[in-house]
């Protein structure tokens, strides 16, 4: 019977490892994608270790008294067990849950600052086509006054060129 007690308790302790580890590993994973500016919090891995340590002091206290325990004990010990993994998974979830309105609250600055941005740019563009339209008008005011030049000039030419019929006989 303190066999399969034993081996029980062994088989509890590496599921509780392995819990341990998969948290410490999505809470490194978590610190990884914050961005670079910000200080990753601790809290979370004193916490895993917190657990841990209760864990094994459990484990130790429990194979002291392996010889005295009974049935009802066992069941309180996975209670307890369970009660942990459900606040280790809280925490995470209200870890996780803090990143992503942290995150949402910069994407949203940063939503209000490109529309502040293309705002200014549709601004330039209306501004930049005013002018455009300016020019063309202005350009095709210069077409027309060339026009006139050229029409002057050769004027001027065919007049020089005409003999010169006097008057005076």
Same mark, same amino acid.
């Given at each position: 019977?303190?066999?399969?007690?034993?081996?029980?308790?062994?088989?509890?302790?590496?599921?509780?490892?392995?819990?341990?580890?998969?948290?410490?590993?999505?809470?490194?994973?978590?610190?990884?994608?914050?961005?670079?500016?910000?200080?990753?919090?601790?809290?979370? #891995?004193?916490?895993?270790?917190? !657990?841990? /340590?209760?864990?094994?002091?459990?484990?130790?206290?429990?194979? &002291?008294? $392996? +010889?005295?325990?009974?049935?009802?004990?066992d069941s309180e010990q996975e209670e307890v067990h369970c009660l942990m993994a459900d606040?280790?998974?809280?925490?995470?979830?209200?870890?996780?849950? #803090?990143?992503?309105?942290?995150? !949402?609250? /910069?994407?949203?600055?940063?939503?209000?600052?490109?529309?502040? &941005?293309? $705002? +200014?740019?549709?601004?330039?563009?209306r501004a930049l086509h005013k002018l455009q339209e300016s020019l063309?008008?202005?350009?095709?005011?210069?077409?027309?006054?060339?026009?006139?030049?050229?029409?002057?000039?050769?004027?001027?030419?065919?007049?020089?060129?005409?003999?010169?019929?006097?008057?005076?006989?």
């Amino acid at each position: 019977m303190d066999d399969k007690k034993e081996d029980r308790y062994k088989q509890e302790d590496k599921s509780e490892e392995r819990a341990v580890e998969r948290s410490k590993e999505r809470s490194k994973d978590r610190r990884m994608r914050t961005r670079s500016d910000k200080r990753p919090s601790r809290k979370h #891995d004193r916490k895993v270790l917190v !657990a841990e /340590e209760s864990t094994k002091s459990w484990a130790d206290t429990d194979s &002291e008294s $392996s +010889s005295g325990s009974s049935s009802s004990s066992d069941s309180e010990q996975e209670e307890v067990h369970c009660l942990m993994a459900d606040q280790t998974s809280d925490d995470e979830l209200k870890i996780e849950n #803090d990143l992503l309105r942290n995150e !949402a609250s /910069e994407l949203k600055a940063e939503v209000l600052k490109l529309t502040k &941005e293309m $705002s +200014s740019w549709n601004q330039s563009a209306r501004a930049l086509h005013k002018l455009q339209e300016s020019l063309k008008s202005v350009n095709e005011n210069l077409a027309w006054a060339s026009v006139v030049v050229r029409a002057v000039k050769e004027r001027q030419v065919l007049n020089h060129n005409q003999p010169m019929t006097s008057s005076i006989k």
